[in-house]
């Protein structure tokens, strides 16, 4: 029989929290028991797991108690806050927001990129940004082949991003403006409606973005490769879920289009679309509901010799946060004694 796992999610009723709910059980994790938690406004609340209507508990200090795994979904403050206190507990935490990526103890994993990284844990995994992981799984084989010294990025990035208040958000705006009544921007500095916002979480000094550093400071990380250059602009457009991204590389050896997209049909994780003729391309309404990263517009950059561009696009929800995290999970537990959590 297969060995099966206390699990937890805690930030259950958000976006990423339902996503991570329905991978589970959407993939058979052997989950022995489930708890859903969230903050205290949230408790009481039933939510459905696999068929079973489960109750939501307040996070606290004793909400880890007897988990296994804990996946986290609620926020910088509150992994900040819960991290170490489950992963004390014993219950190895995967945690998806973006708190604890760079500290040094705690390992950041895309499956398909670096898995080996995993076995160092002490108690707490973190699951890298959305934009992130779709551009290195895209990346991935083609840095193995050939080497890629500088990556440029434009982000087209979904309004769930925000979870669900920014997906009400762009409904509302658009229901007020069909209706010719004054659209109020509460979310978003603007209004998000018909427009594109260059401006994903806070600015930094040096005028780039948090979610631009991000996509930087991970992409080194996760390659393990001090010297590789990242440059990103990304821009919340009116799309309620899946981010595209164009993507500029400068690869160490010369490839040609063909070669990389012989090499990305064969990659883990990623579907080729790519016929413009036949207008076939990536879009955020084929990736929707999938866990695949999508593709295409492969082509050689004419204003470079060792240039590729591309198109990426995947689910935030899922490959971007959900499955990646229960992926990581997967990779636990396929090897059992990873299923501990010695963090002081
Ligand atoms: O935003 P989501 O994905 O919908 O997930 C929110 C979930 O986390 C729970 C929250 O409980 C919900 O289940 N949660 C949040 N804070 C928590 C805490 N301190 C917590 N659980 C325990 N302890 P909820 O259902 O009660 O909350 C509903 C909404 O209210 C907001 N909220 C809750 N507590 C708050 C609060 N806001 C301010 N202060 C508090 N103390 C909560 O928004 C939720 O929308 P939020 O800002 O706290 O969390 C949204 C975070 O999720 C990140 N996110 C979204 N998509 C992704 C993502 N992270 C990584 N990848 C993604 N693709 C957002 O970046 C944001 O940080
Ligand atoms: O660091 O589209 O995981 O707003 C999650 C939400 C990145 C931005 C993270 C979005 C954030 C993302």
């Known amino acids: 029989m297969t060995k099966e796992y206390s699990v937890g999610v805690l ?13 589970l059980s959407e993939r058979g994790f052997p989950v022995k028991s489930l708890r859903p938690l969230a903050s205290p406004r949230s408790a009481g609340q039933k939510i459905e797991f696999d068929g079973h209507e489960v109750k939501v508990e307040p996070v606290g200090p004793n909400a880890f108690d007897g988990l296994d795994i804990c996946l986290f979904s609620a926020g910088g403050d509150a992994s900040q806050e819960w991290a170490p206190v489950a992963a004390k507990a014993g219950a190895v935490v995967v945690d998806n927001s973006s708190c604890w990526r760079q500290d040094p103890r705690v390992p950041l994993i895309i499956p398909e990129v670096n898995p080996g990284a995993l076995k160092k844990h002490k108690g707490i995994i973190a699951n890298p940004n ?10 991935k084989p083609i840095y193995d082949a050939v080497g890629i010294r500088r990556i440029v990025v434009a982000t087209y990035q979904a309004v769930s991003g925000t979870g669900h208040k920014g997906v009400e958000e762009l409904a509302e705006q658009t229901r007020r403006l069909f209706n010719g009544q004054e659209a109020e921007a509460k979310v978003y500095p603007h209004r998000i409606a018909f427009n594109c ?28 490769d001090q010297n590789i250059k990242v440059s990103a602009t990304c821009v919340r457009i009116p799309v309620f879920s899946a981010h595209s991204e164009a993507i500029w590389i400068e690869t160490g050896r010369p490839i ?16 080729v679309i790519d016929d413009p003729k036949k207008n076939a391309y990536p879009l955020a309404s084929l990736a929707t509901g ?14 470079h010799e060792n240039g590729l561009t591309m198109w990426v696009v995947a689910d935030n929800l899922r490959k971007g946060a959900a499955t990646n995290a229960v992926e990581i999970a997967e990779l636990l537990i396929r090897e059992p004694e990873l299923v501990k959590a010695d963090w002081s």
């Open 11 to 23: 930030g259950a009723t958000g976006a990423v929290g339902q996503e991570m709910l329905k991978n």
């Open 130 to 139: 959305c934009s992130t992981i779709q551009m290195l799984v895209a990346l």
């Open 197 to 224: 916002l260059p401006h994903i979480d806070v600015f930094l000094d040096n005028d780039y973005t948090k979610e631009e550093m991000k996509m930087v400071n991970e992409t080194i990380k996760i390659f393990d």
């Open 256 to 271: 040609s289009p063909d070669a990389a997209r012989e090499l990305l049909s064969r990659a883990p994780g990623v579907l």
């Open 290 to 303: 999938r866990d695949e990263v999508f593709v295409g517009r492969i082509r050689a950059d004419i204003s």
